[in-house]
């Protein structure tokens, strides 16, 4: 029997006594058991804050991009050990592959966001805002990561991916975490926080683990700590009604099941590919997971002519789907977590069956493969509701495994109010062929749901389906669901930062931000900036080129070299009733002649231009023009080799701003260039 410890203030620790025992979901057998009875936490808090957030601060965006990425490449050659001990969840081998590689490559999402940052500790947000008339006072957003720790406390279902998706964001974001698993399946979380600080890839006290019940977790938490939760809707909103978080003003992010949707729109009939994937899909969501994931489908919304042969197919499907051992082949759904979930959900489908009809399935029988007597198993469970307005037992009890109601809808305004009946959900879906159908069901349900998937024939194949939440997108759902929001690509980063106005003269706010504000000081760079290798260069430094008289001849040569022979440029007599005096020259030109004065064409340190962001011509350019260019270092980002032999070198943004004889700014744009570093070992 194993003893799963707790991870915290920098050793491996048992709790005092034996808090809860751990049992395999597949025979019953007694595995370990855990306890957390006797921790600190506040100390364990203090610790995170002062060791891990300390050492996290220190480091850039670049560097805590580059950390998850090392890690997920680390987790990932481990992943077969991890799949071996979460059989003893009950998850088949698809199961685990959600929980395992979902979480890790999650890690390796969040990993890339390095790339939408600076190569700074902190976060540059949005643009200037001009406050004075001649410009020495400006405002600006910076976001600096929150000096508390996120505590964590996750759901039985996924205890890697529970765990993973959040602390690759507060990682990033430079927040130390403390992750409490559900103490029922925390012995699969503890064994890959173990590789994760054997590793050493983390910087100590960055990740600390709770393993058995974690009561009093919350009791110390502060102004400068986050705390999310994932589990059941009523005690989340317990927990986060506790005095503290509205005291002290501390971010609670709620995600909790909900009563998820789905919709058959009515043009995908029978014999679509549509129709198929909506059997085939929904049958899916009743058993991955054996039904326990909180975007897992509850409510199947159809047409009211289709609900007699939607039942029958997925019922059909359900009845060649084996239920048992997932080692043995041919077994597609597992048991439930626990015991005490079966005993939970059964309570719950004999209450939704007082309002409506079980068309499959037996809530006091399953047939099991294998030697699974005395296992956590719970059949899968069809219901129709043929009165979903009026029999609304459907819309509030959720019973937390393989269990799924059919009901019908007249139109899609029906369906659309059928699904809002919920009360917020994390998702929803819409399988339709018909892209208008699918347009009135999101603008009408969206305000109700987190996400929703539209499915078709033209996405199938690649669709991670309705179940599946995505890194880059937020995670979470208004009502019921919670109402937070986690993930959501550089959203979710943010969350875990506090963002803080600044105001002072242009060059301070460019040192503060480096990046280059309008109205900064712009020293001559000495020698030219194309010189000058990546560490070398400073944001603000500016090279003041000679100028160019644009001509007529001008016009007319790259009209020939480009194709581009619009009539405002090419033809003086049809310039009647538009906004220039006569012919004026391409913006394209302004900017090709740009980079012929601002070039220096040696061969240096800039290796090559690969970009042009926020062009702009804002005034005309009319032949007897002079255009000159301030060239201007405006923000460096650091990049890493990629392998022994790659070129060391950084990307640096210069501002392109083209003005005239009277000094206005007639184009302005940002190039992208890759520039070598001096030092090639980094």
Known sequence: MIQVKNYVLGNWTAGAGSETTLYNALTGDVIGETSSAGLDYNQILTYGREVGGKALRKMTFQERGRMLKSLALYLMDKKESYYALSSLTGATRVDSWIDIEGGIGNVFANASLRKQFPDLPYYVDGTAAPLSKNGTFIGHHIMVPKRGVAVHINAFNFPIWGMLEKIAVNLMAGVPAIVKPSEFTCFLTELMVKDIIDSKILPEGSLQLVCGLGRGIIDHVDTEDVVTFTGSAHTGKVLKGLPQFSEKSIPF????????????????????????????????????????????????????????????????????????????????????????????????????????????????????????????????????????????????IEAFGPVATVMPYKDIDEAIELARMGKGSLVSSIVTPDNQEATDYVVGAASMHGRILVLNKDCAKESTGHGSPMPLLTHGGPGRAGGG???????????????????????????????????????????????????????????????????????????????????????????????????????????????????????????????????????????GATIGVRFTVKEKVDQEKRSEVDIAKGIVKFLVDVFDETGETVAIATILTMVRKLDQTK
């Open 485 to 623: 929001e986690e993930m959501g690509g550089k959203r979710g980063v943010l969350h875990y930062m506090q963002r803080t106005a600044i105001q002072g003269h242009p060059t301070t706010i460019t040192h503060i931000t480096q990046q280059f504000q309008v109205g900064a000081e712009m020293p001559e760079a000495n020698p030219h900036v194309f010189r000058k290798h990546f560490e070398q260069l400073v944001v603000g430094e500016t090279v003041f080129t000679h100028k160019h008289t644009v001509s007529d001849a001008d016009i007319v040569n790259f009209a020939n070299v480009s194709g581009d022979n619009f009539y405002a440029h090419m033809d003086a007599t049809s310039l009647e009733g538009t906004i220039f005096e006569r012919r004026v020259a391409h913006g394209y030109f302004v900017l090709s002649k740009a980079a012929g004065l601002f070039v220096d064409p040696k061969k240096g340190p800039v290796l090559l231009n690969y970009g042009i962001e926020e062009a702009r011509f804002t005034k005309p350019v009319y032949p």
């Open 253 to 396: 992010n709620l995600e909790a099941d909900s009563l998820n949707a789905t919709v058959l729109g009515k043009h995908a009939v029978p014999g679509t590919v549509e129709f198929d994937l909506f059997i085939k899909e929904t049958t899916k969501e009743i058993t991955i997971k054996a039904g326990q994931k909180c975007t897992a489908v509850r409510r199947i919304i159809v047409p009211e002519n289709l609900v007699d042969e939607v039942q029958k197919q997925i019922a059909g499907r359900l009845a060649t789907t084996k239920v048992g051992d997932p080692s043995l082949e041919g077994v597609r759904m597992g048991a439930l977590a626990t015991q005490t979930q079966v005993e939970r959900v059964r309570q719950n489908v004999l209450e939704l069956a007082k309002s409506q009809e079980i068309v499959y399935g037996d809530v006091n029988h399953v047939d099991v493969v294998g030697n699974c007597a005395n296992g956590a198993f719970f059949s899968p469970i069809l219901f129709v509701n043929n009165d979903p307005f009026n029999k609304t037992d459907v819309h509030t």
